[in-house]
């Protein structure tokens, strides 16, 4: 009996020491783990907002695809609610009601005008890129000049980047199905390609300064990465100036269109990914 009893206290000692010395994820570890999320959730509604457009505005195939990227939606909310003691209260009630206004749009979206459905998903997106930016202003603020420059990278310019790239892919696509552009969609989709020069810009100026500052952090071939990407959205944008905008006579294949602009966003996010791994190092 009594060997018994001393071999259960070895076990337990064994475990207390295994989980002692146990390594755990840092704050910051966790906080950037939550900015994933949240990416992929504005990543989601992105290619939603974009694919409701094109859906009604003629483009029968993008019906079912919907349906994936809401999906989507819901998986990342699910994990957001899942690390909500990574952030505060103001921002776990943020992210509460985001999920009940996505959950009530989905809901009416086809029984809406296709223009103002975009531009709802629009508004719920920049709250999205709000609470991301105050993340990245207020809980990084104490962090090291790495740690913070990325995380303005990600939040500040990418993220944004991925945002106008998704409005001139949405709008654009929508305009494509329906083989033309109304005048309101040109003023619209004229903003679009202009912002998304500016952050494109951005990405390439950040991108060198952070990699030259810090060059021991970030793997090589980071910067023509960004170089490559900026060549393809400058592409798709003329692409979108010239045979988009200010057309009555489009002849331009919706479903490529909306895959090229899906390309661009899904290589940017590749670059998020990139300072993200920086920074779980």
């Not at 690390?83 to 009630?93: E, F, G, I, P, R």
């Not at 009940?100 to 709250?127: C, D, G, R, W």
């Amino acid at each position: 009996m009594s060997k018994l009893l001393l071999l259960t206290v070895v076990f337990i000692l064994n475990v207390s020491a295994f989980s002692l010395f146990e390594e755990k994820p840092s704050p910051t570890h966790e906080r950037i783990v939550y900015l994933d999320s949240l990416k992929d959730l504005i990543v989601a509604t992105q290619k939603t907002r974009g694919l409701t457009n094109n859906f009604m505005n003629g483009n029968v195939v993008a019906q079912l695809l919907i349906y994936n990227e809401r999906s989507e939606m819901k998986k990342a909310l699910a994990r957001l609610k899942s690390q909500k003691l990574v952030v505060d209260a103001t921002t776990q009630q943020e992210i509460a009601i985001l999920q009940k206004e996505l959950k009530h749009l989905n809901k009416k979206a086809f029984k809406q005008q296709s223009a103002e459905v975009f531009q709802n998903y629009t508004k719920l997106i920049q709250k999205m890129l709000t609470v991301g930016d105050t993340i990245s202003q207020t809980t990084f603020s104490q962090s090291d000049t790495l740690t913070q420059k990325s995380v303005q990278l990600m939040m500040g310019t990418i993220l944004p980047l991925t945002e106008e790239i998704g409005k001139t892919r949405g709008m654009g696509s929508g305009i494509v199905a329906r083989g033309n552009a109304l005048k309101e969609e040109n003023i619209y989709m004229k903003n679009y390609v202009a912002r998304a020069e500016y952050f494109m810009q951005q990405l390439l100026n950040e991108t060198q300064t952070i990699t030259q500052n810090q060059p021991n952090y970030y793997p090589a071939g980071v910067m023509a990465k960004v170089q490559q990407l900026n060549t393809k959205v400058e592409a798709y944008l003329t692409l979108t100036q010239s045979k988009v905008i200010n057309q009555k006579e489009i002849e331009l294949d919706t479903n490529k269109y909306f895959d090229q602009g899906t390309a661009l966003i899904s290589s940017a996010v590749a670059i998020y990914t990139i300072n993200k791994d920086t920074l779980s190092k």
